[in-house]
């Protein structure tokens, strides 16, 4: 975790090596106001303050800057502006911030990315968001992770460690495998095989060649067999054909 405490540097003219008489010349208004330029040899230094609102400007001898704003502060740039700093950037908000860009906005990290937020984290976009990611992407959530969406295709394999269960349908142009046992209130379908240690349950219909215990297996196909109808001479669907067969 990086340093992010900073402290404001002290007025050379406040410490031990104070302005040494006739070389520092101060001009002062009737109000206060007050304009330093300190010659003493080896502490040269300016200083503007403001008489009653203290706000100041100060610069010391070895090259920093300080500027304190007992008000409020405004800068105001009617073209562009450049910005180059080539330390530590350090930037702390006691107060709540707001970072209103009008147009697009573009950021270019050739580090690492830290970011340690204490409360929530929200996001509103009211158009697409899109993520391109090199490596691997990694989310570790010590409560529930809940996506809702339309429709949630992932296009590669599915790893669950753990149970596959759904209240809708679980399809998949691939294979099935679970380490326990995949369910669905409708149905599970698939191209390729389904596989389970325990079992695969459907409260409709199980479409897909099986592979599991003898207790699956007789219970997908209980499923498959008490649905399938046949269309009669007659033209009319015949009745399921288990009613009972397969207790």
Not at 3 to 13: G, K, Y
Not at 101 to 110: H, K, T
Request: aromatic share 6%; net charge negative.
């Amino acid at each position: 975790m990086a340093d992010l405490s900073w402290t404001e540097p002290e007025s050379p003219a406040n410490t031990d090596y104070q302005p040494v008489y006739p070389y520092n010349n101060i001009t002062q208004t009737e109000s206060g106001h007050a304009l330093e330029l300190d010659d003493t040899p080896g502490r040269e230094r300016i200083r503007l303050t403001h008489g009653k609102a203290n706000t100041f400007i100060e610069l010391h001898p070895n090259g920093d800057e300080v500027h304190k704003i007992y008000g409020n502060g405004y800068e105001i740039v009617l073209k562009d502006k450049n910005v180059l700093i080539k330390g530590v950037c350090n930037i702390t908000v006691q107060g709540d911030s707001v970072f209103h860009v009008q147009g697009d906005s573009y950021q270019q990290i050739d580090g690492t990315v830290h970011q340690n937020v204490k409360g929530d984290v929200k996001q509103l976009v009211n158009g697409n968001c899109e993520q391109t990611i090199n490596g691997d992407y990694d989310i570790n959530a010590s409560g529930d992770v809940n996506i809702s969406a339309t429709t949630l295709q992932v296009n590669g394999d599915l790893a669950v460690r753990g149970d596959v269960t759904t209240t809708q349908s679980v399809a998949a142009e691939g294979n099935i495998s679970a380490a326990l046992s995949v369910s669905a209130v409708k149905s599970v379908e698939t191209s390729g095989f389904m596989a389970a240690a325990t079992t695969i349950t459907a409260g409709i219909s199980v479409f897909g060649p099986l592979v599991s215990d003898i207790f699956s297996s007789i219970e997908a196909l209980r499923l498959k067999i008490d649905r399938h109808v046949h269309i009669g001479n007659k033209g009319f669907p015949t009745s399921p054909p288990s009613n009972g067969m397969m207790e």
